[in-house]
């Protein structure tokens, strides 16, 4: 499902350069880097069917981490069953692994295929 997510956002935002990341890498990287006006951020897609967000502890620790060091990621969750996207930043990453979808959120995209809304992330 997030394969198909990502092939969603790309095309909306098609000024926007991504990057998917291999997890070779290294374990709780995320699935893309985006690039727009030379600002970089880092993004981990989520697409669930109910509430729970399904993060990993070594997802957990990478974003936490570069929270504390000052340099925002994003979690970028879509609930299927009715499309609903919620932007959720690194700060954030602990409540949403623990409270799910219901955690409050850094953006709601509204409407829902407003995807030029998430060029925000940049500023």
């Not at 880097?33 to 897609?45: C, F, H, S």
Request: charged content about 30%.
């Amino acid at each position: 499902m997030e394969a198909k997510f990502y092939q969603e956002i790309k095309k909306n935002l098609s000024n926007v350069y991504f990057e998917r990341i291999e997890n070779r890498i290294g374990q709780g990287t995320p699935d893309l880097t985006a690039v727009y006006n030379k600002k970089e951020i880092w993004i981990e897609l989520k697409c669930i069917k109910l509430n729970k967000v399904n993060l990993s502890s070594f997802q957990i620790a990478w974003h936490y981490k570069r929270y504390l060091l000052g340099i925002r990621t994003y979690i970028i969750v879509k609930r299927v069953k009715d499309g609903l996207i919620k932007v959720y930043d690194n700060e954030k990453t602990l409540k949403l692994a623990k409270n799910g979808f219901n955690c409050p959120c850094f953006m709601v995209l509204e409407p829902r295929t407003k995807y030029q809304e998430l060029l925000k992330l940049f500023d």
